[in-house]
């Protein structure tokens, strides 16, 4: 709303509505992978399946959200009962949840990136449920050059974080 006001001069978002009145530029499309302590029986796995979450303390994001309805309707055509032991707004936080031996969870491959060590596994999800990024601005306006230039860094560090994610095949 505030970039559709012009109250400022972008913004970044998960997913658009229909005729929002904003110009878009996608970021990034990447899909959903899970993330699990090191020593979890998972990780030993190379791609985890939604029957694999079934019985598993699951952490993930609250009812309502898109991706999380995303989520659901992929376990239910599945055939798979997953319901989630914890629920948090945050990616980061999910994953300090797993790092600390809480559960599993699906998340954002960019934000797991960041916890990707010798604690914590990461491995493709073998449903497609998308997490995006994208740059939305004015409609009818052209960035200024502070505001371009941000998103030229955005680009690159998405391009160098995109070929870490394919050098872990995720």
């Known amino acids: 709303q505030m970039v559709r006001e012009h109250s400022c001069d972008l913004a970044i978002v998960s997913h658009l509505d229909e005729n929002n009145g904003v110009e ?3 970021l990034y499309d990447a899909s959903a992978v899970c993330i699990m302590p090191a020593s979890h029986p998972l990780a030993k796995k190379t791609i985890v399946t939604p029957l694999d979450i079934v019985g598993e303390r699951f952490v993930s994001l609250p009812k309502g959200e898109k991706l999380r309805v995303d989520m659901d309707s ?5 055939g798979v009962e997953a319901e989630p032991n914890i629920e948090t707004s945050y990616s980061s936080i999910t994953c300090s949840l797993v790092q600390q031996g809480v559960g599993i969870a699906l998340v954002n491959p960019f934000v797991a990136l960041g916890y990707f060590n010798e604690t914590v596994a990461v491995r493709p ?6 997490h995006q990024a994208i740059v939305v601005y ?3 306006k052209t960035l200024n050059r502070f505001s371009k230039a941000f998103v030229d860094s955005l680009k ?4 160098q974080q995109q070929s870490e ?6």
Request: hydrophobic share 40%; proline share 4%; glycine share 4%.
């Open 165 to 170: 994610l394919k050098m872990l095949n995720l």
């Open 156 to 159: 690159h560090t998405v391009s």
């Open 138 to 140: 004015p409609s009818g």
């Open 24 to 26: 878009s530029e996608i």
């Open 74 to 78: 992929v376990f239910k055509v599945t």
């Open 125 to 130: 999800f073998s449903q497609s449920l998308k």
